[in-house]
C-alpha cells in the first residue's frame, strides 16, 4: 500500500505507527480530534493532520482502495464520519493491534502486558536494546525522555510491543516472550467483570507454550516465570536503598547475581518495572554489566512522575496515573519521599465508565492526599453516563479539603493556595495539555 491513513492519528499508540511507515517510505495522514503535542510532531515530519471529521479533506488525498490502508484506534466510534465513508467505499480496515501484530510476526517479539508498568517497562527495555545496539524495533505508549518518541528504530530482528489489554488487543500480537506486569481489573465496560477481564489475561499468556519465556510479577494467577521485589521469586531484586536520589539494588536472575544496579525512577514499583526489562534483556544475551549501564542512564517517560519544579519553594511532578492501584502506588511515592510536606493533587479521572466502576477506590486512594481538586471527567471515546460525575466522585474522598473546578479555575484556585508538593495526574488531553501552563505560572 502506498497511503496509510490513520483515524486517531494523535494517539500514543497510532503515532508510532505512523512514524514508523513514514520511515519506510509511506505517504502518511490521517484525523484526530485534537492538536497536541503528538500531531505538532507528526506534522513537523510530514504528516497531514486534520482535526475535524472532514470528507472534502479526505476527497483532496486522491486516496482509493487499491493504494490505501486504513488504521483505526478501538476508540473511534462507529458513526465516525470518515469511518463510515471508508467502509461503503470498501477500503481496507484494520485495528493498531492487527497492524502492530503484521509487524511483530516475523520478529522475536517481546510483550509487555498489564494494567500499570507497561508503559515503564517497555520504555526500559526498548531503551535497553537500543543502548546495546540490538537490531530492534520498539513501539512504547509513552514518550521517551532519552529518544523524545515513542518509536525506537534500529532493525527488526527484535521488536519490544506494548501489549494493551483495552479491546483484547493484545491478542492479535504474535509474542516470543511475553510480560505481565499488574492485572488489576481494568475496562469493565469491554470485560463484563473481573473474571472476564483475568481470563483475556490467561488466553494472552497462553500465547508462548515454553514457560520459561513467559514472565509474571508475583503473586499474578499466571502460568510463568515469577519476578519480584524481596520475595522468593525465580527473579528477584533485593538489597534496596536509596542513595542521592537514585534506587539501588542486587538482582538474583535465577542464581546469575549482580549487585549495585541504579535506577532514577522513583518507587518500588519501579524497581519492578526495571526487573522485568532487566530479565527480558538478559533472555536475549545482554550482560548484566550492560544491562545495568543501560538502566543507569534511563531518564523516564514523560508524564511518568516527571518534574517541572523542584526547589525549596515547591516541587511539581505529573504523572499519568489513572487507575485507583497506580494512583496509590504514585501518592505513596510523593509521601515517602515528602514525608512531612503538604501535597495537593489535582485529578481528571478518564472515562465515565471507569470512574463509575472504580469509583470507591479512587476515593479511597485520592483520600491519601492533603488536598484535592477534581477536574471534569475526560469522556476520551465515551457519552456521559447520568448521575456519574466529579461531584459525585468527591463525595468518595474522605479528606476535608476537596473540591470540584472547571479547567478554566484551576490556574487562580492554586495561586491562592498553600501547599509543598502539587501532583497533576491524570490520563485525559486536557490535564496533560495543562502541565506547561501549570509550570509556567507556578514558577512566578
Known amino acids: 500500500m502506498k497511503n496509510i491513513y490513520f483515524i486517531g492519528i494523535g494517539g500514543v499508540g497510532m503515532s508510532s505507527l505512523a512514524m514508523y511507515f513514514l520511515h519506510f517510505g509511506k505517504e502518511v495522514m490521517g484525523y484526530d480530534r485534537v492538536s497536541s503535542d ?38 473511534i466510534m462507529d458513526s465516525h464520519k470518515e469511518l463510515i465513508y471508508f467502509k461503503n467505499e470498501g477500503f481496507k480496515i484494520i485495528k493498531r493491534a492487527e497492524v502492530l501484530g503484521e509487524i511483530s510476526r516475523n520478529t522475536t517479539c517481546m510483550a509487555i502486558a498489564g494494567t ?41 530482528k527484535y521488536s519490544v510491543v506494548e501489549a494493551d489489554e483495552f479491546d483484547r488487543s493484545f491478542l492479535r500480537l504474535h509474542p516470543k516472550y511475553i510480560c505481565v506486569t499488574s492485572m488489576d481489573a481494568d475496562h469493565l465496560d469491554i470485560y463484563g467483570d473481573k473474571k472476564g477481564f483475568e481470563l483475556s489475561f490467561r488466553e494472552f499468556a497462553d500465547k508462548v507454550s515454553d514457560k520459561k519465556n513467559v514472565l509474571i510479577r508475583e503473586g499474578l494467577p499466571l502460568e510463568g516465570s515469577t519476578y519480584g521485589v524481596n520475595d522468593f521469586s525465580n527473579f528477584r531484586a533485593y538489597n534496596v536503598c536509596i542513595k542521592d536520589g537514585s534506587y539501588i539494588f542486587d538482582v538474583d536472575l535465577e542464581g546469575e547475581v549482580f549487585e549495585g544496579m541504579i535506577s532514577n525512577l522513583p518507587g ?64 505513596n ?7 512531612k510536606k503538604k501535597v495537593l493533587g489535582v485529578f481528571q479521572p478518564h472515562l465515565f465508565s471507569r470512574t463509575r466502576d472504580f469509583a470507591d477506590g479512587f476515593g479511597e486512594s485520592l ?21 456519574i460525575d466529579s461531584s459525585w466522585l468527591l463525595n468518595k474522598v474522605r479528606i476535608k479539603d476537596k473540591k470540584v473546578l472547571k479547567k478554566e479555575e484551576l490556574i487562580p484556585e ?31
Open 38 to 75: 503528538i500531531t505538532d510532531m507528526l506534522m513537523n515530519k510530514g504528516v497531514r493532520v486534520h482535526f475535524q471529521e472532514d470528507l472534502e479533506r479526505v476527497y483532496s488525498y486522491n486516496l482509493n482502495r487499491d493504494n490505501t490502508l486504513i488504521v483505526i484506534t478501538p476508540a
Open 116 to 156: 500499570h508498568g507497561k508503559t515503564t517497562t517497555s520504555a526500559i527495555l526498548g531503551h535497553i536494546m537500543e543502548y546495546n545496539k540490538m537490531p530492534n524495533t520498539s513501539f512504547i505508549g509513552g514518550i521517551t525522555e532519552n529518544y523524545n518518541s515513542n518509536l525506537i528504530l534500529r532493525g527488526d
Open 268 to 331: 518500588i514499583h519501579n524497581i519492578e518495572n526495571s526487573l522485568a526489562a532487566i530479565i527480558m534483556a538478559y533472555k536475549q544475551g545482554i550482560s548484566l554489566n550492560n544491562i545495568s549501564e543501560a538502566l543507569e542512564v534511563f531518564r523516564g517517560i514523560k508524564r511518568r512522575f516527571s518534574y517541572h519544579i523542584k526547589n525549596e519553594n515547591l516541587t511539581y511532578i505529573d504523572d499519568y496515573a489513572h487507575h485507583p492501584k497506580e494512583l496509590e502506588e504514585t501518592i
Open 333 to 339: 511515592t510523593v509521601r515517602h519521599l515528602y514525608p
Open 367 to 387: 483520600s491519601r492526599l492533603d488536598q484535592i481538586i477534581l477536574l471534569d471527567i475526560y469522556p476520551a471515546r465515551e457519552l456521559p453516563i447520568e448521575g
Open 414 to 444: 492554586l495561586k491562592n493556595r498553600d501547599f509543598d508538593v502539587l501532583l497533576t495526574l491524570g490520563a485525559g488531553a486536557d490535564i496533560g495539555e495543562m502541565v506547561p501552563l501549570i509550570k509556567r505560572e507556578m514558577s512566578v
